[in-house]
Nanobody, 120 residues
Framework: QVQLVESGGGLVQPGGSLGLSCAASGFIVRINNMGWYRQAPGKQRELVAVITGGGSTNYVDSVKGRFTISRDNAKNTVYLQMNSLEPEDTAVYYC??????????????WGQGTQVTVSS
């Protein structure tokens, strides 16, 4: 079993910053891609940022230059630093990890989600 536990999030004013983290635990041999998704009310879940095991990153256009994804492989943790936040960034943010377990199985796992609200 693999668990992803998120922390961070909350309420911030437009133009402010927030940091999210997501720690994976369990019977993990290797974590490939790790990413952050978000889902706003009435909208589909969208990929915000992804980072490969080698550290390559990719972002949705709307957050480029404002958000930074990073990871600590020793801690099996992925981070999302969000700067210059806009009301349109309001959503529930979910982390995702593609994990190879000790049984040899490979699967996608999700965090429980954390609310980010950008409002004055």
């Amino acid at each position: 079993q693999v668990q992803l536990v998120e922390s961070g999030g909350g309420l911030v004013q437009p133009g402010g910053s927030l940091g999210l983290s997501c720690a994976a635990s369990g019977f993990i041999v290797r974590i490939n891609n790790m990413g952050w998704y978000r889902q706003a009310p009435g909208k589909q879940r969208e990929l915000v940022a992804v980072i490969t095991g080698g550290g390559s990153t990719n972002y949705v256009d709307s957050v480029k230059g404002r958000f930074t994804i990073s990871r600590d492989n020793a801690k099996n943790t992925v981070y999302l630093q969000m700067n210059s936040l806009e009301p349109e960034d309001t959503a529930v943010y979910y982390c995702n990890a593609n994990v190879v377990t000790t049984s040899g199985a490979r699967g996608n796992y999700w965090g429980q989600g954390t609310q980010v609200t950008v409002s004055s």
